[in-house]
């Protein structure tokens, strides 16, 4: 891939390629996360489950001027994350759809990582598992039968044991429940390593990754009248450097960064960043459309990425009055606002990402296709994920 000329290249399918009549639903890929390096992806599906591919190696590089190929991945391993319950209370299914999925970064041991659905988060750690068996015993055995008699005592011999193969293996470290009263939108890892908040519709949650029921409530939105409430918390995330800074946005299409320093609970943010609307512009779909529906830091914290349904917005996080870029995404929908509205297509929700040095900005859209907008060549380009794909 060339940032200049925005060469994308289709690279590989994960799953079934062959012509499948129906999707089954649980088999619908909902969260997708790479690990820091890029060596590992990790995905959640409606079904509950986690698929981690790891990077395949390339062993075959002979000089040092080949050009770099393409990353292929393998299958790592899967397991069961999440398993659907029912809240007897409240009369309320909770699905194992997962939302989210978080890595942590690598400690010895093996790879770690968040997963939530709707209630619980779960802290997961995928590590290899020497396999072992007893050798060399004294007297055979054969389907669980002594196969001859026992020898004379000077023939014994120390039974050895030896590693017969390595499997990889999920297990589950801790389970982070009965916090969250309405569906956990996101979560975010501190930059300590030891903390991460979570986040519903009206809270956000501080967790210690060792203390798994216990939780410090940073943010409540909630009125004390319902009736009463306007806006509710679309996502939330931590800054990638200073451990105290995080920021969360809301349905009235508002990032709002605040400061754990100032005091316990955060409601009073510190900064807040809000496009004022053209009166002229102005409808029944504007507080809709201006929904935020995901954000995201850049690596080195200066630039804050938003996306709400027809647009893509770039922030500097010194400046809140406007962004430095806005890109349309899905400005020929504007004039068909209303069928969207009557169909709740207006209510989609679209994710989005930077890449690790911030020039390339990706989210998606319709059909199947994402967009990749270039920062620096201001280019845009649209690709559709299809899995009827062929390499170059």
């Not at 060792?210 to 996502?235: G, H």
């Amino acid at each position: 891939m060339s940032s200049e000329s925005q060469d994308w290249k289709f690279c590989q399918v994960f799953g079934d390629r062959s012509p499948v009549e129906e999707v089954s639903d649980v088999d619908i890929v909902s969260a997708v996360e790479f690990n820091e390096t890029g060596d590992y992806i990790a995905t959640g599906d409606r079904g509950g489950r986690v698929v981690i591919f790891e990077r395949c190696q390339d062993k075959d590089v002979k000089s040092k001027k080949k050009e770099p190929k393409a990353p292929e991945y393998k299958f790592f391993v899967e397991f069961q994350s999440h398993e659907p319950e029912f809240d007897y209370l409240k009369s309320l299914e909770i699905e194992e759809k997962i939302n989210k999925i978080k890595w942590l970064n690598r400690t010895s041991g093996g790879h770690h990582l968040l997963t939530t659905n709707d209630k619980t988060i779960k802290l997961w750690r995928v590590h290899e598992k020497k396999v072992k068996q007893v050798m060399s015993t004294n007297i055979p055995v054969s389907n669980g039968v002594f196969s001859r008699a026992p020898p004379p005592i000077s023939a014994l011999k120390i039974p050895k044991i030896q590693t017969r193969e390595s499997i990889v293996t999920a297990q589950a470290r801790r389970v982070y429940a009965n916090a969250h009263a309405y569906h956990i939108n996101s979560i975010s890892v501190n930059s300590d390593g030891e903390t991460y908040i979570s986040s519903d519709d009206l809270r956000i949650n501080l967790w210690n990754l060792a203390v798994s029921d216990q939780s410090f409530n940073i943010v409540d939105i909630k009125p004390a009248n319902m009736e009463e409430l306007t806006e509710v918390i679309t996502s939330a995330e931590f800054h990638p450097q200073q451990c105290n800074v995080f920021m969360y946005s809301s349905s009235k299409g508002t990032i709002k960064l605040a400061d754990m320093r100032q005091s316990a609970l955060c409601d009073n943010y510190s900064k807040v960043f809000e496009e004022e609307e053209d009166p002229a512009n102005k409808s029944f779909f504007s507080e809709i459309i201006s929904s935020i529906s995901d954000i995201k830091f850049s690596r080195d914290g200066r630039y804050i990425l938003s996306r709400d349904y027809l647009t893509l917005k770039l922030w500097d996080i010194n400046m809140e009055s406007k962004p430095v870029k806005s890109i349309p995404i899905h400005d020929y929908l504007r004039s068909k606002l209303c069928d969207l509205y009557e169909n709740d297509c207006i209510f989609d929700k679209f994710e989005c990402t930077m890449s690790g040095d911030g020039s390339q900005l990706l989210t998606g859209s319709y059909h199947n296709y994402f967009h990749i907008y270039d920062k620096n060549t201001k280019n845009d380009v649209c690709i559709e994920a299809s899995k009827y794909a062929q390499k170059n």
